[in-house]
């Protein structure tokens, strides 16, 4: 079945770096969109990244622009974010989504704090 699992959050100081890890497996990765999320206590989920299939494509949010990097190896089955500079307002529960049809993963927290 479709699975991903996300790996490589945790605790950071402001500033700080993190690199997430989305491991797909249960269908052809190469072949689909892939997504980053995140939502903080109390607010909606929202979109973070997003890449195109062959990687040709990219957009962020307006809030992680010039900070957040997201990637992918179609040959490991991995999509990435790699996130710099971070700040508070960067805590949440990190998400990676199939764009259609709609897979998710279980999250991985990420919390900015000194």
């Known amino acids: 079945q479709v699975q991903l699992v996300e790996s490589g959050g945790g605790l950071v100081q402001p500033g700080g770096s993190l690199r997430l890890s989305c491991a797909a497996s249960g269908f052809t990765f190469s072949e689909y969109a892939m997504m980053w999320y995140r939502q903080a206590p109390g607010k909606e989920r929202e979109l973070v990244a997003a890449i195109s299939s062959a990687s040709k494509s990219t957009n962020y949010a307006d809030s992680v622009k010039g900070r957040f990097t997201i990637s992918r190896d179609n040959a490991k089955n991995t999509v990435y974010l790699q996130m710099n500079s971070l700040k508070p307002e960067d805590t949440a529960v990190y998400y990676c989504?199939?764009?259609?049809?709609?897979?998710w993963g279980q999250g991985t927290q990420v919390t900015v704090s000194s």
């Open positions: 989504k199939r764009r259609n049809p709609p897979a």
